[in-house]
């Protein structure tokens, strides 16, 4: 997390104005089923020109999928789920290679 997201969602998981949105307590974080958040992590998000601020203002987050490896996948988003309170499941290595 350190390395690849605090810059943009901040040690606190708020996400910095108008760059980020906030990690902690997010329903894409928390949701049930990982595959959002996974495939976030894995392949970025695109932000719409057309969406209304704070929204439009954010930038597009990249694709982490040549930077990190199953392994790592998995660890960031079980720190995601379980960092600032949020309550997720646990997200496996072979949920990450399935989703990749």
Not at 77 to 92: E, I
Request: glycine share 6%; net charge negative; aromatic share 8%.
């Amino acid at each position: 997390y350190q390395e690849h997201c605090e810059e943009c969602h901040l040690q606190s998981g708020r996400g910095a104005f108008l760059k980020a949105p906030p990690v902690a307590e997010s329903a894409v974080v928390q949701a049930p089923e990982p595959w959002s958040l996974v495939n976030v992590i894995l392949y970025g998000a695109r932000v719409p020109s057309a969406a209304p601020v704070p929204f439009g203002a954010w930038e597009d987050m990249p694709a982490y999928m040549e930077k990190l490896n199953d392994p790592e996948v998995a660890a960031l988003s079980n720190y995601l789920r379980t960092a600032w309170g949020n309550k997720g499941s646990s997200v496996t290595v072979r949920d990450v290679a399935e989703q990749r």
